[in-house]
Structure formats: C-alpha cells, structure tokens
C-alpha cells in the first residue's frame, strides 16, 4: 500500500511563489513515476505536471517556465516549485504515483493519489 501526503498550499498573490511536497511511503518510491494534478470545484481533474522514475519531466503548456517538478528519492518525495502564479492556477493540487515508472497525463494510470492541498492565488 503507498501513501502520499501533499503540503506546502496556502494563499498567496499574483505573481508569488508556493513549493509543494508530497512525501511517500510504502514500495519502492524511486521506481515509480509521479504526477501533480489540480481541480477546480467539481471540474475534471488538470494534469500539472509529471515526473519519470528516470527525471524525465513534462508540464502542461500553461505553466511551462513556471513550475518545475523535481523528485528526491532518497526522501521519497516529490516536489512541485510554483513561481509567478496566476490567478487561474487556484485549485486543490494532488500528488499521483504511476502505475510504472514513467509520468503520464492521464488519470487512470495514476494507482495512488494523496488528499489534496488548496492553492489560492489572490489578484
């Protein structure tokens, strides 16, 4: 069983800087790769970003150049550095860990999720 736990949210203003943390516990963190998603009220959930086992990193367009997913595996941990935020960036961020070891955008290949952690970005 793996258990991720997200911290780090809270409330910042437009163009400040928030860095979350999702550690991990059970299997062997390393193997596996991680994902950050968000959602909005009840909308579908947005693929963030995403990192391989490997490091290999992807993001979604709209936060390239801002955000950056990096891993410490000796931590088992997963972070996600959000600088410049906007507005349209609020919404509840979860931590995902694949179901191989590469990062995906896709929800369903994502076997574990943490609990959330609320991002709001006042303008």
């Known amino acids: 069983q793996v258990h991720l736990v997200e911290s780090g949210g809270g409330s910042v203003q437009a163009g400040g800087s928030l860095r979350l943390s999702c550690a991990a516990s059970g299997r062997t963190f390393s193997s596996y790769g991680m994902g950050w998603f968000r959602q909005v009220e009840d909308k579908e959930f947005e693929f963030v970003a995403s990192?391989?086992?490997?490091?290999?990193?992807n993001y979604l367009d709209s936060v390239k150049g801002r955000f950056t997913v990096s891993r410490d595996n000796a931590k088992k941990t997963v972070y996600l550095q959000m600088n410049n935020l906007k507005h349209e960036d609020t919404a509840i961020y979860y931590c995902?860990?694949?179901?191989?070891?590469?990062?995906?955008?896709?929800?369903?290949?994502?076997?574990?999720w943490g609990q959330g952690t609320q991002v709001t970005v006042s303008s």
């Open positions: 990192i391989t086992s490997g490091g290999v990193t």
């Open positions: 995902a860990e694949n179901w191989d070891r590469l990062g995906s955008m896709r929800v369903e290949e994502y076997n574990y």
